[in-house]
Every structure is written in C-alpha cells, then in structure tokens.
C-alpha cells in the first residue's frame, strides 16, 4: 500500500518482533475480521501461539452475523462474492454446497440470510483450531473482553481482562464495529410511544402491530433491512413477479415505511451484468500525476470520473446525484422522486448492455480507491469537504443494495406502503403528543414508533463512550486520533502502511477506527484484505 504518513511523521524503530515475525499474536475481537485474521495466521504466517478474544464467547459471528438474529436480515453480497480472504471469493459459496440442510438454497447471484454465513464463520474457527493443531500453533479462546492494553518498554503487548493478563507479542484490533451513539432518549414511564435504538439482536420489530406506520432514520442498508424485516413472509404479506415486475400482495399486513434521513438518498443497485471497465483516468497513478503542489482537487476526481464514463458511453448527471431531490416541494414529492430513481438505478443494474457503470467502477476500483486514500493525497480542506457533504454520494455507488431489496422497496413503493422524507433536521420527544417529532425541510412528522437504522457510531478515539480497552490505550498513549494539519478527525491514527498505531510498536488496528485515515471499512472484503 502507498505510503500514508505524510506531515513529517517518522516510522517507529524495528522491535525484535517486527524483525523475526511475532511468535505470539494477540487478536482483540473474532467476528468477521477476527476470524479471517486468525486464519491467515494460521495458514501462512510463522507464528506459535495465538491469544483471541471475544467478549461476547461466540467466535466467529460478530455483530452482524449471530445465527440467532432474524432470517429478513440478508447479505448485502451474493453468495458468489462473499469471501474470507480477499484471493477467494467463492469461499462461503463453497461451503454452503457441502451443506445438508442448505441443498437447493444455492443461487450464486442470490442473496442468504445473515446468520448462515455466521454458520460459516463458526465453521472457520473449528477448522481453523484443527489446522493449527496440525502445525503444533497453539491457540487459546478467550471468552471474554480484553479491557485492558499495554506496551512494555521491549515493545511486548499486555492485554488484560477479568481472568488475567496476557503477554504476546504483537497484538491486532479486530474489535470491529465501533460504540453505537445514543442520539436519542427511550419515551418516558407510562407513554405509548415505542422506540428501538437498534435493530440487531432485538425482538422489538416483531411486536410492531400490522397496521402502524413505523418511522425509520436512516435511508440506507441498514434501513433496508428493517423494511424487510417488517415486510416478511412471516408478516402473511408476498412479493410474487407479474410481468416482470415484482408486486407486493398485503395480506393482513398493512403497515407503512417512512424512511427518514439528512439527504434521504437511496443506494445504487449492484449490476447484475458488471461491465468490465478498461480504467485509465480513475486510476491511483493517473490521479496521483493531477495532483498539484496543495494537493489533489476533488475536480480532478470528478473529471477522472468522467473520463472513464464518455470511455463507457455514459453521461454522469451530477446534478441529480449532489441533490437528487432537487425542486421537490413536499413529501409526497420527494417520495414519487426516490421511486423514480429506485426504478432507474434497477433498470441500469439489469441492463446487459452495462450502464450501470459508476457502480461498476466504484466496485472494481475498491482496493485501488482505499491504497489512493490512504495516502492522503487531497487537500486537507478537500478531505473535509468530502467527509462532511460527499461521503453519503460516494457510498451509495461504493456499496450499492443487492437488485432483490431493491426490487422489494421498488414494489412498496409502487403499492403505497413505502416513503421518504428528506432534509430531517432534529429528532425529540414531543410530550404533548406522546410521539416523537422530526422536524424536516418540508414541516415536521409524528412518529409513533421510531426505529434508528441510521448506523451512527462513535468513531471519536478519545470519547468516553468507547470501551474500557480504547480508553486505556488512549491513557498509554499506544491509540491516538487522527489528526490533519492541526485539526482533530474521527478514527485512529495508524501508519497505512502497515497498519501500525502510531504511537505503538506492535498494535495494529483492522476494525471501524480505519475509518477516518481510511477509506470505508463496512466491506467484508476490504477488511479481510486488510
């Protein structure tokens, strides 16, 4: 990867560890990533002893693949393209064909529920604890939260927790998913009101009755799973497919959506025929060659952008992807746009002919975009700018919705059960109609029931949110922010070379504090390439 420390930073000296390779790993955390680091240490890396902890004792699932969460929640990858490391893609697909109780699930273009590719994960590790037997690694789960993390002056790594420390030697934050933020207060004693601050790991969505309408923050992927959770068989409606088109048939469901977020923008759907982009211009080395004595210039990416698409036939309307709900005066409008464009961004993922190319180029252009990010070439006014109003754009092409929820939300819509609102500004607890209010550019709406799907996380290294392990490395000095020119950032500080901490000798960090010096973290795939 590019070299990412810039503004005069130096590397740390060599430990004896980083010359020989560590022969005891630590790793903090054993969902997705922690599974697939353990893995590839087994596999092919010298190593002798293996710590890894995971305070919830269930390795291999994580947060968003426990086997016990609901069946709605699917992959937002096919089954065909989602991997464990980055050389194979067809790992889990391979799994799922040796499964008794999975025949005839298999499409490799279609979409499984989440918790059988935590199926698969727990599978990793039994296999994993065989093969290291194997080669005589010795390897030891720990069930519980590492809450503590040190550096001895020799550069030797302490990680405590309620059983006792450890010492290895060299430790890695697969910890994952930052905090959540409570942004927002549950309704008071005796209301009626129901909010859920989350929906993983919760049966709150179940009870929602049949005819509510049920407000959800957020537009995106997460949200999208709420819709269909709410819309399930399970609920007694169905989607069935009339000439071509998938229709939604109610049943005894008569509940309503309103999607409710800053911009209410709507994900790309991924290209059922990707095209294969010959890229010249949207090219690490070619944006690298615009890059001016202040940096690189979020026009120069624009124009590479555009470049790559007049190469494809395809005129970009960035009017409509900077504010896709431009000249809308009312809900009602705004939600006959998001239909609107939802239909488009369809017919562009099913085309043959391969129009669907932003998407196109965003997914085979990942590794390259995260290397170019990392390096920090953009000006650091221009980083902000993005962080701050185009990062939302970005990620609706960078990590687009599976065509089978698209074509769902497409059939809600066109049957009147699914809405948007955008321009929300301010969410509180209104007494006087024992409701929330969430006031918008357009007025305000009551919600009754309030779902938050808007996946805010606390991604401040020194807030007093984080846990116990963060905390202390942030007291030792082995953890500190993200820092440009002065100005403090959300995530870590870490070398993107080596995914060293600064500040550390041998703590690396693969989890959501990558987001901030890093590209998006939120993709299987590149935390696995990680």
Known sequence: MPDGLGNGATRPAASAADQQGP????????????????????????????????????????????????????????????????????????????????????????????????????????????????KNITVRLVPEEATRLTETPSGQ????????????????????????LAELSPPPAGSRALYCPHHIHTHDLDAIPLHATVHVLGASLSAYDVVNRLFSPSSGCRFERIGGRLTFR????????????????LKKVRSQFPRALDRTAFTAAALFRRKGPNG?????????????????????????????????????EVTRRASALLAESVAEAVDPAGRNVLVDLFGQAQVEIWDAFAARPLASDEELFYRTHLETSVLAYAAPAALATAERLLALFDAGRLRVVSGVREVAFDRGSDAYRISHKFGAAEAKILVAANSSIDRE??????????????????????????????????????????????????????????????????????
């Open 23 to 134: 022969a005891h790993v630590a790793l903090i955390g054993c969902g997705f990533t922690g599974t697939s680091a353990l893995f590839q240490l087994v596999d092919r890396f010298p190593v002798r002893q293996i710590t890894v902890y995971e305070a919830s004792g269930d390795f291999g699932p994580g947060y968003p693949y426990r086997l016990d969460d609901s069946p709605d929640y699917t992959l937002n990858n096919t089954t065909d393209t989602m991997c464990l490391v980055p050389s194979n893609r067809r790992a889990f697909a391979a799994w799922v064909e040796r499964q008794s109780d999975l025949a005839g699930t298999l499409e490799p273009g279609g979409l499984l529920p989440r918790s059988i590719y935590g199926r698969f994960l727990k599978d990793v590790v039994a296999a994993t604890l065989t093969v290291a037997a194997v």
């Open 157 to 180: 790594v302490v990680i405590g927790s309620a059983s006792g420390d450890v010492t290895a030697d060299a430790a890695i934050l697969t910890t994952g998913r930052c905090p959540a």
């Open 250 to 265: 109610e049943g005894p469901n008569r509940r309503t959506v309103v999607l409710c977020s800053r911009t209410g923008r």
């Open 296 to 332: 690189l210039r979020l026009s120069d990416i624009r124009c590479a952008i555009e470049a790559e698409a007049a190469s494809a036939g395809v005129t970009i309307n960035w009017p409509s992807i900077r504010d896709p709900y431009a000249g809308c005066a009312s809900v009602d």
């Open 461 to 530: 290294v020194r807030s007093r949110g984080q846990p116990p392990l963060i905390r202390s490395m942030v007291e030792q000095g082995t953890l500190r922010a993200d820092e440009r020119d002065g100005r403090t950032l959300k995530g870590a500080a870490v070398d993107m070379t080596t995914f060293r901490a600064r500040g550390s000798r041998n703590v690396y960090v693969a989890n959501m504090l990558l987001w901030g010096p890093g590209f998006f973290t939120s993709s299987a795939f590149m935390m696995a390439t990680v």
